[in-house]
């Protein structure tokens, strides 16, 4: 009876060892205690058998009881404090650290959305470098040096002895797709652009333009106003009107100026148009023969249409912004509205 008894309290203790090793955290632990020290415990009922025994045995029993007990009691003890300093290391009642999620830039989406709507009527998208070379941006469009239509475009220059500038226009773009690629030919390429402009609430140095260029066989001035009319409808989504007039590039001819109906006050007449009702937002046309002969097309065969359109100008009448200078100033509170 001793002997077994003395073996069954080791066993006991062996366990409780063993199991307070995968006890983390409070529930744990305090089903630990209700099964080693509880009073349903094995250790509880060894204690109330005690008095059956003789005196020598509960003496000896009894001491072995009690180490047993004050070793689970410690046992408990210890794992209790560790599990409480792992609890206010992490707190997992603590408030999170707010933080905040990265978006595209309101112009980046406004070119895509752009993009999107020429993709649907088959353009594919050119790209072309911010650093130009004054042949891409003038000479091969038909602007050659001393043309008085350079001064159009105030000009940043790099070297200008060598003829290096940051382009002023995404139109180079053109040469440079036609200088690679056979017609038929659809594409649009948006980009940065550079001019020695004031920076102020409509105006600035850099920014943003669309091009697009469509050259085949009978390719007509009508193709490039449906072409047109139809992005502008699915761009601002609402019934706008269209106005082409005439007006001048060097690199197309006829060439045209579109203008919508103001976005802002439908038309009426306000601040943002001038009180004209209109505004006007891109500049397009029939490719100039001449940069046909320079690409080395024959403008016998092949015509096309060319327009190119500020980005800037279409995002602040789409979500009326009323100052340019808000897309640079990396105001968050700004650019995390769209
Ligand atoms: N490149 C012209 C500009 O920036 C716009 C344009 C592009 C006009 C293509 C006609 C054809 O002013």
Redesign the pocket.
């Given at each position: 009876m001793l002997k077994k008894m003395i073996e069954e309290i080791e066993e006991i203790t062996k366990l409780a060892q063993q199991e307070i090793k995968e006890v983390k955290n409070q529930d744990l632990l305090e089903k630990w205690r209700i099964k080693f020290l509880g009073r349903k415990s094995i250790l509880s009922k060894l204690f109330s058998t005690i008095s059956n025994l003789s005196i020598e045995e509960k003496k000896e029993i009894g001491k072995k009881l009690n180490e047993t007990k004050n070793l689970l009691v410690q046992l408990y003890e210890e794992t209790k404090k560790k599990i409480e300093k792992v609890k206010t290391k992490y707190n997992f009642t603590f408030p999170g650290k707010p933080f905040s999620i990265g978006k595209l830039h309101i112009i980046t989406k406004v070119i895509d959305e752009i993009v999107q709507i020429f993709y649907k009527m088959g353009f594919g998208v050119a790209e072309g470098p911010e650093i130009e070379t004054d042949y891409y941006n003038f000479t091969a469009l038909n602007t050659p040096e001393e043309h008085p239509a350079r001064d159009i475009w105030d000009t940043f220059y790099i070297k200008k002895e060598k003829g290096i500038l940051l382009r002023t226009?995404t139109?180079p773009v053109q040469i440079r797709v036609m200088g690679k690629y056979k017609p038929p030919l659809r594409i649009i390429a948006p980009g940065k652009c550079f001019r020695r402009d004031a920076f102020d609430s409509s105006h600035s140095p850099v920014f943003h333009?669309i091009?697009g260029l469509m050259v085949d066989k009978d390719i007509k001035f009508t193709h490039l106003k449906g072409v047109l009319s139809y992005f502008l409808q699915e761009f601002f989504k609402e019934e706008i009107k269209i106005i082409f007039s005439p007006s001048y590039?060097p690199?197309?001819e006829p060439?045209a100026e579109v203008s919508i109906s103001c976005v802002i006050c439908n038309g009426r007449g306000c601040s943002t148009c001038g009180n004209t009702g209109f505004l006007e937002i891109l500049?397009?046309?029939m490719v100039h023969p001449n940069v046909f002969r320079i690409v080395g097309y024959d403008p016998e065969v092949y015509t096309g249409f060319?327009?190119?359109m500020g980005v800037e100008r279409l995002a602040m009448l789409k979500y009326e912004i009323d100052d340019i200078r808000y897309f640079y100033l990396n105001n968050l509170k700004f650019l995390g509205q769209f």
């Open positions: 226009h139109s333009q091009e590039f690199f197309t060439s500049g397009c046309g060319a327009f190119g």
